[in-house]
């Protein structure tokens, strides 16, 4: 019998047969898949024609659509539904990947020809696309040690094997703590608490196997039992265990994996000629060095800080009238704040969440991208691979366009976090392809599923990161949707976050769970009022992260992650009642994988251009302006990483923002 993950599949929009694949399924398809793309470069390196941009640098497009289907299939489910036989797989997997991927960086005869390619690049025709994706490629070898002989080309082999090895196991630490730890509360416990929580915490009792409500350490039940319960021991309890993910001790302990990560990424960058770790990753980002990146994060940091002192004092002064000595604590924080919120904007999230529906925050994402590019979703009933997942057909004009898969629910299996990932990206060569995007967030579930704020912002963020995908309209999957510099990426993502906050956008989606009303006017202008609430801590916990990511990079690596972190936060002044938003133990942005290594910053720089690039609607006049969301989607959606940031940003608004309008946006404007 053929295995399912090597085949063709003639499913609808050519989507993996999920309800046809198991687990026993992938290690073999992986080893036949490995050694097809290992042919298939082997035949490209030795072919006996001079070589061309056709038989060199396409051929290395075309090649390897075996291995990636086996891959995007895995990845899916390994990230969102795991299961001790599929981490067990990616452990297995991680190292063998590695390997491949450094063969083929470091195979000699291979790298020639594409260098020949280049050096022949002014008189071969080539079009603006194909010398893009030319650089790119030759760039991409270089970075990776192709140049590299001897013994320092047999090291970089064995670092990046190793690194592979490291950021899997930091993320099975990770998932294994979130997923163990949770804690059981009685019913005199849930006093004071909401009924979304209490329904929230009575759905993770059930899926534990517990008698009754527990709290666990995913994001979308932790922070709202912070928000509202009375009990300060409780709090503590759940804060501590929240901020103690992957530094418990034993063998789901990251410390020692974090460092030798720290350790090894530097080591690979000086075989490669540069001072450190963060110099080699910033070299292709839009900042480029990271003095410019600190430059933007002390520029937000210093009115932040001081806004959270401020608000700090608010705080601890409610606390005393609460008759609770002693000082304000991260596990008091999102507590009086939300106090805090009611009382100021008379807002109260348990009466805003029913006006929060999922599905209606789905159809408000929808809605927004049928005015802005003409897309239509329909609803259609596919095998997935898990019975939480959904899947719409998006068309435009009738013609299809992408399968989008949306994965709302928090459950042990997934990891935390809200992503998007595309099973099959866009392209035009070697044949025309449609992209299957996934949305994967971690809301509480519950019938009806009701979001909070920051719910519904993730959604419409991840949505944006989805249309960077659907709509691209690029030759070469290589620079395909969001193949674009790291410190660029977010920006469709964020810039999407803002038609959340259109009145009439709410207005027609925001209604009420139980009665269909929509949102009242008083209750609407009050949440936008609110937009910038608590903006002093959001900014704090996020650019501390950012700052303490830069360091462990920036220079030699340090022996003892968790001291350096303490240093550059004492230095930072950080207000004792704020965390980092990821401590190092549990930073997988950093430390799952090289993708936001050097580059957690990359949210705020994105911000500087989404904040920016928002405002050009408003300066037409309208949110929905036909002239400007097609300039937005000539500009940025549909060209990948076909040109340098930069450029596309220009195109799109004529010059490159200053810092302004995201301390404007968020509320921390002298």
């Not at 510099?485 to 999407?496: G, H, I, K, M, N």
């Not at 037409?620 to 959606?637: C, K, N, Q, S, V």
Request: aromatic content about 10%; proline content about 5%.
């Amino acid at each position: 019998m053929t295995n399912p993950l090597l085949a063709s599949w003639d499913t609808p929009f050519g989507l993996a047969p999920f309800d046809r694949i198991s687990d026993e399924d992938f290690a073999p398809a992986l080893d036949t898949a490995l050694a097809a793309h290992r042919d298939e470069i082997a035949a490209i390196a030795a072919n006996p024609d001079p070589a061309t941009f056709a038989n060199t640098i396409a051929a290395l497009e075309a090649a390897g659509h075996g291995l990636n289907q086996v891959l995007s299939v895995f990845f899916t489910v390994a990230g969102a539904d795991s299961n001790p036989r599929r981490e067990e797989l990616q452990r297995a997997f991680s190292p063998k990947l590695a390997a491949h991927y450094a063969e083929i960086t470091a195979n000699k005869a291979l790298f020639a020809r594409v260098e020949a390619v280049w050096q022949g690049r002014d008189s071969a025709g080539l079009s603006d696309e194909e010398a893009r994706v030319l650089m790119l490629t030759r760039r991409g070898f270089l970075r990776s040690g192709a140049a590299l002989s001897g013994d320092a080309d047999a090291r970089m082999k064995a670092i990046k094997g190793r690194l592979a090895e490291l950021g899997t196991a930091f993320t099975q630490n990770l998932l294994a703590d979130e997923r163990d730890w949770f804690m059981d509360l009685s019913d005199a416990d849930l006093d004071g608490l909401p009924g979304f929580v209490i329904a929230a915490a009575r759905a993770a009792g059930a899926e534990k196997g517990r008698p009754g409500p527990v709290v666990t350490l995913s994001r979308s039940l932790i922070v709202p039992f912070l928000q509202f319960s009375p009990r300060r021991d409780l709090r503590e309890r759940a804060f501590r265990a929240w901020a103690a993910r992957g530094a418990n001790g034993g063998a789901t302990d990251n410390r020692a994996i974090a460092a030798e990560i720290l350790s090894l990424r530097q080591e690979r960058a000086g075989l490669l000629g540069y001072d450190s770790f963060a110099a080699y990753k910033l070299e292709t980002e839009m900042a480029g060095t990271p003095a410019e990146v600190r430059d933007l994060l002390m520029a937000v940091w210093t009115p932040a800080r001081a806004r959270a002192e401020a608000d700090a004092q608010v705080l601890q002064a409610m606390m005393a009238a609460d008759g609770v000595n002693g000082p304000l604590e991260p596990w008091d924080w999102r507590y009086y704040a939300e106090q805090r919120r009611r009382a100021d904007h008379d807002l109260d999230e348990a009466a805003l969440k029913p006006f929060l529906q999922l599905d209606r925050m789905i159809e408000a994402a929808f809605a927004c991208a049928n005015r802005l590019f003409g897309l239509d979703f329909r609803a259609v009933d596919l095998p997935l691979y898990h019975p939480d997942a959904r899947a719409w057909e998006v068309t435009r004009g009738g013609t299809h366009v992408a399968l989008f898969i949306g994965d709302y629910f928090a459950r042990g299996s997934k990891r935390s976090g809200a992503w998007c990932s595309a099973m099959r990206s866009q392209a035009k060569f070697p044949e025309p392809q449609a992209p299957i995007v996934i949305n994967v967030c971690n809301f509480a579930k519950s019938d009806p599923a009701l979001l909070s704020w920051d719910d519904a912002r993730t959604l419409f963020h991840e949505f944006g990161h989805a249309l960077h995908q659907m709509l691209s309209d690029v030759t070469y999957e290589s620079i395909s949707g969001t193949s674009v510099a790291r410190d660029f990426v977010e920006l469709p993502s964020q810039l999407y976050e803002h038609w959340l906050e259109v009145p009439q956008v709410l207005s027609e989606f925001a209604t009420h769970a139980d009665t269909g009303e929509p949102m009242p006017q008083d209750m609407l202008q009050r949440l936008l009022a609110a937009s910038t609430f608590d903006m002093g801590f959001q900014t704090v916990e996020y650019v501390a992260s950012a700052l303490v990511d830069l360091a462990f990079h920036e220079g030699a690596a340090p022996a003892d992650p968790m001291a350096l972190q303490d240093a550059v936060l004492a230095d930072l002044g950080l207000p004792r009642a704020i965390t980092m938003r990821h401590a190092t133990p549990h930073f997988a942005h950093v430390f799952a994988g090289d993708g936001y290594s050097s580059g957690y910053y990359s949210y705020m720089w994105s911000e500087v251009m989404d904040a920016d690039a928002f405002a050009a609607f408003h300066e037409a006049g309208d949110p929905f302006d036909p002239a400007t969301a097609r300039a937005l989607e000539d500009h940025i959606l549909s060209s990948g990483g076909s040109r340098e940031a930069e450029e596309l940003y220009t195109a799109f608004r004529g010059r490159m923002p200053g810092v302004d309008a995201l301390l404007k946006g968020r509320g921390l404007a002298a």
